[in-house]
Protein backbone atom coordinates (compact mmCIF):
# COMPACT_ATOMS: atom_id res chain seq x y z
CA UNK A 1 0.00 0.00 0.00
CA UNK A 2 1.73 3.20 -1.06
CA UNK A 3 2.08 5.45 1.64
CA UNK A 4 0.23 9.24 1.21
CA UNK A 5 2.61 11.93 -0.03
CA UNK A 6 3.56 14.65 2.71
CA UNK A 7 2.10 17.34 1.17
CA UNK A 8 -1.18 15.41 0.81
CA UNK A 9 -1.39 14.52 4.58
CA UNK A 10 -0.48 18.16 5.23
CA UNK A 11 -3.92 18.97 3.38
CA UNK A 12 -5.57 16.33 5.21
CA UNK A 13 -4.47 17.11 8.83
CA UNK A 14 -5.43 20.92 7.89
CA UNK A 15 -9.00 19.79 6.98
CA UNK A 16 -9.05 18.22 10.43
CA UNK A 17 -8.52 21.46 12.51
CA UNK A 18 -10.28 23.62 10.40
CA UNK A 19 -13.45 20.86 10.76
CA UNK A 20 -12.88 20.64 14.49
CA UNK A 21 -12.86 24.55 14.89
CA UNK A 22 -15.66 25.11 17.61
CA UNK A 23 -18.90 26.93 16.17
CA UNK A 24 -20.28 29.41 18.05
CA UNK A 25 -23.56 30.65 17.82
CA UNK A 26 -24.14 34.07 15.87
CA UNK A 27 -26.45 35.50 18.03
CA UNK A 28 -27.18 35.46 21.96
CA UNK A 29 -29.53 37.44 24.32
CA UNK A 30 -28.40 39.33 27.27
CA UNK A 31 -28.65 37.57 30.46
CA UNK A 32 -28.94 33.77 29.08
CA UNK A 33 -26.20 32.18 30.54
CA UNK A 34 -26.85 28.88 28.08
CA UNK A 35 -23.64 28.79 25.84
CA UNK A 36 -21.85 31.34 28.56
CA UNK A 37 -19.14 31.54 30.77
CA UNK A 38 -20.67 33.75 33.08
CA UNK A 39 -18.26 35.57 36.03
CA UNK A 40 -19.99 37.00 39.21
CA UNK A 41 -18.95 39.81 40.40
CA UNK A 42 -19.22 42.11 43.71
CA UNK A 43 -16.44 45.29 42.27
CA UNK A 44 -16.78 48.35 42.67
CA UNK A 45 -14.56 50.90 41.01
CA UNK A 46 -14.32 54.31 42.82
CA UNK A 47 -12.98 57.54 41.80
CA UNK A 48 -9.35 57.16 40.99
CA UNK A 49 -9.34 53.73 40.60
CA UNK A 50 -8.79 51.13 37.63
CA UNK A 51 -9.84 47.54 37.06
CA UNK A 52 -8.33 45.30 34.48
CA UNK A 53 -10.50 42.25 33.15
CA UNK A 54 -9.30 39.23 31.27
CA UNK A 55 -13.21 38.13 30.52
CA UNK A 56 -11.75 35.07 28.20
CA UNK A 57 -9.82 33.92 30.82
CA UNK A 58 -6.22 33.65 28.69
CA UNK A 59 -3.87 35.10 30.41
CA UNK A 60 -4.24 38.28 28.72
CA UNK A 61 -5.89 41.84 29.72
CA UNK A 62 -9.16 42.42 27.56
CA UNK A 63 -11.12 45.54 29.13
CA UNK A 64 -9.56 48.17 31.82
CA UNK A 65 -12.00 50.63 33.60
CA UNK A 66 -10.25 53.86 34.59
CA UNK A 67 -12.15 56.73 36.95
CA UNK A 68 -10.05 60.05 37.58
CA UNK A 69 -10.14 63.90 37.91
CA UNK A 70 -9.40 65.36 35.34
CA UNK A 71 -9.26 69.35 34.32
CA UNK A 72 -7.03 72.15 33.00
CA UNK A 73 -4.30 73.63 35.37
CA UNK A 74 -5.90 76.24 37.58
CA UNK A 75 -9.21 75.37 36.77
CA UNK A 76 -12.17 73.25 38.35
CA UNK A 77 -11.14 68.79 38.10
CA UNK A 78 -14.10 67.20 37.05
CA UNK A 79 -14.86 63.05 36.80
CA UNK A 80 -13.76 60.62 33.38
CA UNK A 81 -14.48 57.29 33.54
CA UNK A 82 -14.36 55.50 30.37
CA UNK A 83 -13.86 51.78 29.47
CA UNK A 84 -10.69 50.51 27.29
CA UNK A 85 -10.92 47.95 24.59
CA UNK A 86 -6.90 46.79 25.31
CA UNK A 87 -6.28 45.24 21.98
CA UNK A 88 -7.36 45.44 18.44
CA UNK A 89 -9.12 41.77 18.94
CA UNK A 90 -11.94 43.67 21.54
CA UNK A 91 -14.41 45.45 20.32
CA UNK A 92 -17.91 47.03 22.20
CA UNK A 93 -20.78 46.73 20.65
CA UNK A 94 -23.06 50.06 19.31
CA UNK A 95 -23.27 52.19 16.85
CA UNK A 96 -22.41 55.29 14.24
CA UNK A 97 -24.72 58.01 14.07
CA UNK A 98 -24.62 61.67 13.38
CA UNK A 99 -25.09 63.97 16.08
CA UNK A 100 -25.75 67.80 16.87
CA UNK A 101 -23.91 69.95 19.39
CA UNK A 102 -24.21 73.96 20.04
CA UNK A 103 -21.55 76.34 21.19
CA UNK A 104 -23.30 79.26 22.86
CA UNK A 105 -21.41 82.73 23.40
CA UNK A 106 -22.53 85.88 25.47
CA UNK A 107 -20.87 89.07 26.72
CA UNK A 108 -22.03 90.56 30.49
CA UNK A 109 -21.39 93.82 31.37
CA UNK A 110 -21.59 94.44 34.76
CA UNK A 111 -21.36 98.17 36.16
CA UNK A 112 -20.43 98.81 40.08
CA UNK A 113 -21.18 101.48 42.23
CA UNK A 114 -17.90 103.32 41.48
CA UNK A 115 -18.28 103.03 38.35
CA UNK A 116 -15.82 100.07 37.80
CA UNK A 117 -16.90 97.67 34.86
CA UNK A 118 -16.73 93.70 34.31
CA UNK A 119 -17.00 92.25 30.90
CA UNK A 120 -17.98 88.58 31.42
CA UNK A 121 -17.28 86.47 28.19
CA UNK A 122 -19.07 83.21 28.06
CA UNK A 123 -18.60 80.31 26.07
CA UNK A 124 -21.29 77.37 27.05
CA UNK A 125 -21.02 74.21 24.63
CA UNK A 126 -24.15 72.35 25.06
CA UNK A 127 -24.20 68.60 24.08
CA UNK A 128 -27.99 68.60 24.74
CA UNK A 129 -29.92 71.08 23.07
CA UNK A 130 -29.62 74.61 22.14
CA UNK A 131 -29.46 77.51 24.49
CA UNK A 132 -30.60 79.62 21.36
CA UNK A 133 -31.09 80.33 18.04
CA UNK A 134 -28.47 82.57 17.91
CA UNK A 135 -25.76 79.03 18.82
CA UNK A 136 -23.23 78.21 16.47
CA UNK A 137 -23.83 74.30 15.59
CA UNK A 138 -21.49 71.45 15.31
CA UNK A 139 -22.31 68.27 13.45
CA UNK A 140 -20.46 65.01 13.45
CA UNK A 141 -20.54 60.92 13.43
CA UNK A 142 -19.86 59.14 16.65
CA UNK A 143 -19.67 55.96 18.00
CA UNK A 144 -22.56 55.38 20.56
CA UNK A 145 -22.58 52.33 23.19
CA UNK A 146 -25.06 50.59 23.22
CA UNK A 147 -27.12 50.47 26.25
CA UNK A 148 -28.77 46.99 26.69
CA UNK A 149 -31.68 45.50 28.88
CA UNK A 150 -31.80 41.76 30.02
CA UNK A 151 -33.44 39.66 26.71
CA UNK A 152 -31.80 42.14 24.05
CA UNK A 153 -30.16 39.96 21.57
CA UNK A 154 -27.14 41.08 19.45
CA UNK A 155 -25.16 39.68 16.74
CA UNK A 156 -22.10 38.59 15.50
CA UNK A 157 -22.88 40.73 12.74
CA UNK A 158 -23.67 43.98 14.70
CA UNK A 159 -21.39 47.36 14.43
CA UNK A 160 -18.50 46.34 17.04
CA UNK A 161 -15.55 49.25 17.84
CA UNK A 162 -12.56 48.74 19.36
CA UNK A 163 -11.42 52.20 21.42
CA UNK A 164 -11.66 54.70 24.47
CA UNK A 165 -15.30 54.81 25.29
CA UNK A 166 -16.35 57.21 27.61
CA UNK A 167 -19.07 56.19 29.98
CA UNK A 168 -19.80 59.16 31.91
CA UNK A 169 -18.02 62.78 32.28
CA UNK A 170 -18.92 65.21 34.99
CA UNK A 171 -20.62 68.17 33.93
CA UNK A 172 -18.14 71.20 35.36
CA UNK A 173 -16.38 74.53 34.17
CA UNK A 174 -13.71 73.78 32.44
CA UNK A 175 -12.33 77.41 31.90
CA UNK A 176 -9.25 78.56 34.76
CA UNK A 177 -10.97 80.25 37.50
CA UNK A 178 -8.42 83.18 37.44
CA UNK A 179 -8.54 83.95 33.69
CA UNK A 180 -8.90 87.56 34.29
CA UNK A 181 -7.58 90.67 32.66
CA UNK A 182 -7.35 94.18 34.34
CA UNK A 183 -6.94 97.45 32.22
CA UNK A 184 -7.87 100.52 34.12
CA UNK A 185 -11.56 101.01 35.30
CA UNK A 186 -12.17 97.66 33.54
CA UNK A 187 -11.98 93.61 34.50
CA UNK A 188 -12.35 91.23 31.63
CA UNK A 189 -13.28 88.33 32.85
CA UNK A 190 -13.65 84.72 30.40
CA UNK A 191 -15.86 81.60 31.19
CA UNK A 192 -15.77 78.44 30.23
CA UNK A 193 -18.65 75.76 30.70
CA UNK A 194 -19.64 72.49 29.31
CA UNK A 195 -23.19 70.33 29.29
CA UNK A 196 -22.88 67.31 28.56
CA UNK A 197 -24.47 64.55 30.52
CA UNK A 198 -27.27 63.91 28.23
CA UNK A 199 -24.02 62.08 26.48
CA UNK A 200 -23.21 60.02 29.40
CA UNK A 201 -24.24 56.25 30.21
CA UNK A 202 -27.26 55.74 32.22
CA UNK A 203 -26.41 56.00 36.20
CA UNK A 204 -28.48 53.84 38.83
CA UNK A 205 -30.23 51.13 36.97
CA UNK A 206 -28.21 47.73 35.98
CA UNK A 207 -27.28 48.01 32.01
CA UNK A 208 -25.63 45.39 29.89
CA UNK A 209 -22.71 46.44 27.35
CA UNK A 210 -21.96 43.76 24.85
CA UNK A 211 -18.38 42.94 23.41
CA UNK A 212 -16.83 40.83 20.41
CA UNK A 213 -13.73 39.20 20.80
CA UNK A 214 -11.89 37.83 18.29
CA UNK A 215 -8.83 35.94 18.26
CA UNK A 216 -7.06 32.97 16.13
CA UNK A 217 -9.81 33.83 13.30
CA UNK A 218 -13.00 32.72 15.57
CA UNK A 219 -14.94 35.61 17.46
CA UNK A 220 -16.87 35.46 20.35
CA UNK A 221 -19.59 37.12 22.18
CA UNK A 222 -20.41 38.32 25.70
CA UNK A 223 -21.32 41.43 27.78
CA UNK A 224 -20.54 43.19 31.19
CA UNK A 225 -23.33 43.92 33.72
CA UNK A 226 -22.75 46.78 35.57
CA UNK A 227 -24.40 49.72 37.30
CA UNK A 228 -23.18 53.71 37.34
CA UNK A 229 -23.88 54.44 40.82
CA UNK A 230 -23.87 58.00 41.73
CA UNK A 231 -25.11 61.50 40.46
CA UNK A 232 -22.44 64.67 40.14
CA UNK A 233 -19.82 61.90 40.38
CA UNK A 234 -19.98 58.35 39.73
CA UNK A 235 -18.41 54.69 40.75
CA UNK A 236 -18.76 51.17 38.53
CA UNK A 237 -20.82 48.21 40.52
CA UNK A 238 -18.97 45.58 38.33
CA UNK A 239 -22.17 42.66 38.75
CA UNK A 240 -20.91 40.15 36.13
CA UNK A 241 -19.25 39.04 32.76
CA UNK A 242 -20.19 36.50 30.03
CA UNK A 243 -18.25 34.95 26.97
CA UNK A 244 -19.20 32.25 25.00
CA UNK A 245 -17.90 29.20 25.99
Known amino acids: MKKPIPFLSTILLMG ?31 LGKTLTLDVDADGTDDLKFVSYYDGPLGGTEYQMLHLDCLSENVALLGEMTGVEWYTHYDTAFLVASNGHITVLYSTLSNFCEKFSENDV ?40 V ?38 DGTSRL ?12 VNVHLIETAIQK
Open 178 to 215: DNVLESNDTTYVWDSRVIRDCDNFPTNTEKYIGFKITK
Open 137 to 176: VHTSNKFVLSESNPNDVFSIDDYFQSNTHYLFIENKNVGP
Open 222 to 233: GWLKLNLIGDET
Open 16 to 46: LLVSCQKEFEKTIAFGNAKGMRVESYDTHID
